[in-house]
């Protein structure tokens, strides 16, 4: 039997692929890198003075016999829906544990059928090591044990500085027209983009944030079986405005001649923010629970950038499964790793708010 050890990096030059190779590499690890572009991969290998190696998502086979030597994949390369079924599938047949940065629920919601198979295999699949989902479902469950009966579950999202990567805008664009989802009563439910929004009084005063089909409609689920969940994300009002557009035009916005318009406008921009604008960003998860009797709390995390949480989750988690998996099957980072994971990262707080 072959001894499976080491971390395989797919996508890793991409914009977050590349801040989590090079932070491994400066947390003492030696990742293998890999993806479909040898040009770009080679250079990022040869930076870091790593192996690498190149091979496309096609084929699960072909891609289960590059995986068989590692212990564990992390999978960077979006968007996920396309990409994460075929590594999810390969990462099986070869017994390869399962990593990625995903935040699309639609992943979460795949992976997580694959539970069983998972298990059989001896690896753990846990897709949201990343901004998406790490510290919001360490949230949930720091919620959930202040009220065990809570229902109901309501997170809102807070990015001060910084801006997105040319990854997350693409998913973004991908995704257009396809309206919202929430969780009711265990189930997921779609809802008009746009038409759910709640004033909120983060950091230093009240805004307007808007509900968006974010991850934690399927992992603060599994991680708090709380059963009705919302998460709400702050926008400019145009944006709102134009996300109430998209339900009537959202024919147009699927189009692949509108969408790979927005995406070479997308990859026209800088990739992602730099050293400068990720220090200077600061991020707040707002976080509220509700019982049937009418209980509430509340709690606010303070967290350094997305970016940069992201990377530093990443590879600590990568870190910790190298060393022993302390878990199988498919699941969250709070249900393996705890509530507190999250505060072992510089600059991150949880307080509990007034009600």
């Known amino acids: ?19 989590i190779s090079e932070h491994a590499v400066k947390q003492g690890l030696k990742p293998v890198l890999a993806g479909r572009d040898e040009a770009k991969v080679k250079s990022l290998a040869n930076d870091l003075k790593l192996d690498y190696l190149v091979f496309d998502l096609t084929d699960a086979a072909s ?21 994460s079924e075929i590594m999810a599938r390969a990462c099986l047949q070869a017994k390869t544990s399962y ?15 694959l539970d069983d198979k998972a298990k059989e295999a001896g690896i753990l699949m846990m897709p949201g090591v990343g901004f998406d989902v790490v510290p919001s479902d360490c949230l949930s469950a720091y919620l959930k044990d202040v009220l065990p009966t809570a229902d109901t579950l309501q997170l ?7 801006r997105i990567s040319h990854g997350t805008a693409i998913t973004v664009a991908e995704s257009m027209g396809d309206g919202c989802m929430v969780r009711r009563k265990g189930k997921l439910k779609h809802i008009k983009a746009g038409s759910l929004t709640r004033a909120i009084h983060v950091d230093d005063r009240e805004r307007e944030f808007v509900a968006i089909p974010w991850g934690d409609i399927s992992t603060a689920f599994r991680s708090t079986k709380i059963p009705n969940i919302t998460v709400y994300n702050y926008v400019p009002s145009k944006v709102i405005e134009s996300m109430k557009l998209s339900n009537y035009i959202g024919f147009i916005l ?5 969408k790979n318009y927005i995406i070479r406008k997308i990859k026209k921009r800088p990739a992602g923010p730099d050293a400068t604008e990720r220090a200077n960003a600061k991020t707040f998860i707002w976080g509220e629970v509700k019982n049937g009797f009418g209980v ?18 990443a590879v600590e988690i990568t870190k910790r499964l190298l ?8 699941k969250t980072p709070a249900q393996v790793f705890g509530k507190d994971f999250i505060l072992q990262f510089e600059g991150v707080s949880i307080t509990d708010l007034k009600v």
């Open 99 to 113: 990593l990625d940065i995903t935040g699309e629920f639609q992943v979460f919601e795949n992976i997580f059928k």
């Open 296 to 313: 509430e709390k509340r709690a606010l995390m303070e967290l350094p950038e997305g970016y940069t949480i992201t990377y530093l989750a």
């Open 323 to 330: 060393n022993g998996l302390p878990a199988t099957g498919a």
């Open 63 to 83: 891609v289960a016999e590059r995986l068989m030597p590692f212990k564990i994949v992390l999978h960077c390369a979006g968007p996920f829906k396309f990409t």
């Open 1 to 19: 039997m072959i001894q499976k050890q080491n971390v395989l990096i797919y996508g890793c030059y991409g914009y977050t692929g590349k801040l």
């Open 254 to 258: 699927k189009s692949s001649l509108v």
């Open 156 to 162: 809102a999202l807070l990015q001060k500085g910084g």
